[in-house]
């Protein structure tokens, strides 16, 4: 089993900066594609973000020029760096967790075995 838990939510203004972090338990993190999903009230959960196991990055088109994607192995720890954060960008955010190998779409949930609670992130205008 693998645990994970997002931190470094809150309540920002239009262009302020957040930083999230997914702490996951095992001993086998470097092992793991990892994912950042998001849901607004009403609204499908939606891909965000994702890194491999060998650090390749993929994003939404969205996102893409203002969030940045990490991970550190030593510390089990991905990370979402969010600048420029926009009244959109509002939502919870879940980082999720995949084994590596076979085929791995990014972007569907369901490539997904293990789930964080999420992390609420609200970008006021």
């Known amino acids: 089993q693998v645990q994970l838990l997002e931190s470094g939510g809150g309540l920002v203004q239009a262009g302020d900066s957040l930083r999230l972090s997914c702490a996951a338990s095992g001993r086998t993190f470097s092992s793991f594609n990892m994912g950042w999903f998001r849901q607004a009230p009403g609204k499908e959960r939606d891909f965000v973000a994702a890194?491999?196991?060998?650090?390749?990055?993929t994003y939404t088109d969205s996102v893409k020029g203002r969030f940045t994607i990490s991970r550190d192995n030593a510390k089990n720890t991905v990370y979402l760096q969010m600048n420029r954060l926009k009244p959109d960008d509002t939502a919870v955010y879940y980082c999720a967790a995949r084994y590596s190998g076979g085929t791995y779409y990014p972007a569907i949930p369901s490539h997904y075995n293990y789930w964080g609670q999420g992390t609420q992130v609200t970008v006021s205008s």
């Open positions: 890194i491999t196991s060998i650090g390749s990055n």
